[in-house]
């Protein structure tokens, strides 16, 4: 299972627990993970078997409505509880060049954190974002000198940059809406 599958199921389970396979996929599939996360709608329930065997997410219940198949319900455990935060803080603080869908799991689950570690978060994406692309200038260089590296591939150092100054834009933006008291974050929920 790939991180980010383990990381969205364990999230999704934090969110919505007591939760059943089916419920989970269903409102999985409203937030498009099988686009931005390479997540089919099949493979939620392999991954919360898969996280029942490593002891992430327990089993709860058994449910038997009427004709319906029996749903089992799962809530996380206090190690499931560990490993999505661990999982998380990875995609929050870390910036991936080429793939895309550890910053599209923040917006899913960066409520489970305080505002003040989101916003500082936010703070070391943009910073490192610059480092990266400055990076990049030096690899198109290299591109440029070789004898073997045909002229296009700087094509891909090209489109990084500018999809990485995209999601330092998106950083910005939702640094100044955080700061301005857009959304509730679990410190707020605690004491409202």
């Known amino acids: 299972m790939s991180t980010t599958t383990r990381l969205v199921v364990l999230g999704a389970v934090h969110q919505f627990q007591p939760v059943h396979g089916y419920f989970l996929r269903r409102e999985l599939m409203t937030w498009h993970v099988d686009e931005w996360a390479n997540i089919q709608p099949g493979s939620i329930y392999n991954a919360l078997r898969s996280l029942e065997k490593d002891g992430y997410v327990a089993e709860n219940t058994t449910e038997v409505e009427g004709k319906r198949p029996a749903r089992t319900t799962y809530t996380i455990t206090p190690e499931g509880e560990v490993e999505f935060l661990r999982l998380f803080r990875s995609a929050l603080w870390e910036v991936e060049v080429f793939d895309t869908k550890p910053v599209m799991s923040i917006v ?20 490192k974002i610059d480092a990266i692309v ?23 150092f090209e489109l990084s940059t500018i999809r990485l100054r995209a999601e330092q834009q998106w950083a910005r933006d939702l640094r100044e809406r955080l700061l301005a008291g857009e959304y509730v974050f679990a ?3 605690a004491a409202g």
């Open 108 to 127: 899913s689950f960066m409520h489970v954190l305080s505002r003040r570690e989101v916003i500082e978060a936010l703070e070391h994406r943009i910073t």
């Open 134 to 156: 400055l990076s990049n200038t030096y690899n198109i260089e290299d591109t440029a000198r070789s004898s073997t590296t045909p002229d296009y591939v700087r094509e891909i």
């Open 187 to 189: 410190d707020e929920k």
